[in-house]
Nanobody, 127 residues
Framework: QVQLVESGGGLVQAGGSLRLSCAAS????????MGWFRQAPGKEREFVAA????????YYADSVKGRFTISRDNAKNTVFLQMNSLKPEDTAVYYC????????????????????WGQGTQVTVSS
């Protein structure tokens, strides 16, 4: 089992940057595939980015491709989401999620495919 705690959210102007972190407790963090999701007010939670446990493969939603970068540091049990060129429509609560993958190179985009979730961190982008 793994527990996840997000941090790094805040208020930023459009065009700015933020770096979110998700710290995992427990052992074997390197055996988990990780993902970031977000939920804006009045909307359903949506996929943002995913990374395989091996750090070889990443995948992004079209809406953030080229602006956001997911990465992980298995030695520090942490996954990151670097967010650049932020837009007001990026305003949401951001969640990280984890699951044990079928294969080391696997990544997942479905909310139901993840087993563990953090509590979320608020990101607000002003225009």
């Amino acid at each position: 089992q793994v527990q996840l705690v997000e941090s790094g959210g805040g208020l930023v102007q459009a065009g700015g940057s933020l770096r979110l972190s998700c710290a995992a407790s427990g052992r074997a963090f390197s055996s988990y595939a990780m993902g970031w999701f977000r939920q804006a007010p009045g909307k359903e939670r949506e996929f943002v980015a995913a990374i395989s446990r091996s750090d070889v493969n990443t995948y992004y939603a079209d809406s953030v491709k080229g602006r956001f970068t997911i990465s992980r540091d298995n030695a520090k049990n942490t996954v990151f989401l670097q967010m650049n060129s932020l837009k007001p429509e990026d305003t949401a609560v951001y969640y990280c999620a984890a699951r044990r993958p079928l294969y080391g190179s696997s990544w997942y985009v479905g909310e139901s495919e993840y087993d563990y979730w953090g509590q979320g961190t608020q990101v607000t982008v002003s225009s």
